[in-house]
């Protein structure tokens, strides 16, 4: 069993999915949390206002959705919104001018878009640093540093990042540690067992999982902190709606089943890659030979449903695509079907070139998420479109 103990857990994740503070409705039964579209709520007390008043402060499907996923990550207080950038901007509402933070390399484009072009305008500063290296995060702390934002693994290099060596360093020197888990999700991870402060997710990935809705979450476990995240929540306003947050709590109900599934498949399918002659390199955590993979055995259940494989150049990875049947060739990444994205081309377009390739997102690097499909289907699909390379 897992050193990862759970922590005032009474279940499994698997079981807690199901069995949580939602189980059913407390006033009807019902198995399937109400759907609330009402944006106002009658007040009976001129003196004494209810518990909702305005469903951007406070709605009832949104809470059960939000109660869910702290419970999940083992926080105090979830909160949802319209999508992960609007979970992470938010996020990043707590800094001030003047403030520095400290950004890991490879983090997702979006972020790496609002730390660049939109926190900069604010008087934010930020510095990017390969996380791997313990000692060039230290070095690049400074004191004005307010947060650490990690991602691990990261997109779409699969880098690990040792969570508990972030936290002692942000703790050391009074800095926030934020973690996006969207490829990992509570049910593989759970960075607030490691002290970290603020836990975000794109929902739209394997939490939601179906390719259907946009949603984004944060998770605290300090109260302070849950007090100052809800007045941003509120404050910005960028709240998830009512259908998306039921949509995000049904796609909940299966995530286990269905990321054991596609984990089992993507290592299957990272083995059968690293064996053949025209893939250059795979990265993938649950591999011996990955860099971390150790590290990434000791903080997490798994090694999730995201792997990246290098051919030789841009021509092999078109020539590949257009032989590839089953997966869909899409941005986004977490769903039943499985994705092939092209990074160069799609999360990471943005980059310079010579960026891109130091960072090793070479021309011919492929991502895929690997969805439900029966493996052997997609290992024969995969060997069929790699014989045309
Ligand atoms: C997709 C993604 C985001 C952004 O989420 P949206 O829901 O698309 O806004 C953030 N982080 C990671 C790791 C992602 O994959």
């Not at 109660?67 to 999508?83: M, T």
């Amino acid at each position: 069993m897992s050193n990862k103990k759970l922590i005032d857990r009474k279940f499994s994740i698997q079981t807690e999915l199901l069995h949580n503070s939602h189980k059913f409705d407390p006033v009807t039964g019902a198995v399937s949390v109400p759907i609330q579209l009402a944006s106002t709520f009658h007040q009976t007390s001129f003196d004494e206002f209810g518990k909702y008043d305005y469903s951007r402060s406070g709605n009832p499907t949104r809470e059960a959705l939000e109660s869910v996923i702290a419970q999940l990550e083992g926080g105090s207080r979830g909160f949802a919104f319209s999508s992960g950038m609007a979970a992470i901007s938010t996020a990043f509402l707590l800094l001030s001018q003047g403030d520095h933070v400290l950004v890991t390399e490879d983090v997702y484009g979006g972020t790496y878009r609002m730390v660049t072009t939109v926190l900069n305008r604010f008087g934010i500063e930020h510095t990017f640093v390969d996380m791997t290296d313990l000692d060039a995060v230290a070095r690049n702390i400074k004191e004005n540093t307010k947060v650490i934002y990690v991602e691990t693994p990261s997109n779409p290099l699969l880098k690990i990042t040792d969570l508990k060596e972030i936290v002692k360093l942000a703790k050391a020197n009074r800095c926030l540690t934020f973690v996006d888990n969207t490829f990992m999700t509570p049910a593989l991870q759970r960075p607030l067992d490691f002290g970290v402060d603020i836990v975000l997710h794109s929902a739209t990935k394997f939490l939601a999982g179906h390719s259907d809705v946009l949603a984004g979450l944060a998770v605290v476990k300090k109260k302070e902190l849950a007090d100052r995240l809800y007045a941003l929540q509120n404050a910005f306003g960028a709240v998830l709606g009512a259908h998306d947050s039921w949509l995000v709590m049904r796609g909940l109900k299966t995530l286990h089943v269905r990321l054991t599934q596609s984990s089992h498949s993507a290592l299957k399918i990272a083995e059968f890659l690293a064996q053949h002659s025209k893939v250059e390199h795979v990265y993938y955590p649950g591999l011996k030979f990955h860099e971390g993979h150790l590290i990434h055995e000791s903080q997490s259940e798994g090694a999730g449903a995201v792997l990246s494989f290098a051919l030789k150049d841009e021509e092999a990875v078109r020539t590949f695509v257009q032989h590839a049947e089953i997966p869909v060739f899409a941005v986004s990444l977490g769903a039943v079907e499985s994705i092939l994205s092209y990074p160069a081309k799609m999360s990471h377009a943005a980059m310079p070139k010579e960026e891109r390739e130091k960072r090793g997102i070479t021309d011919g690097l492929l991502r895929l998420s690997v969805g439900l499909e029966n493996p052997d289907d997609l290992i024969r699909d995969l060997d069929h479109a790699l014989k045309y390379v």
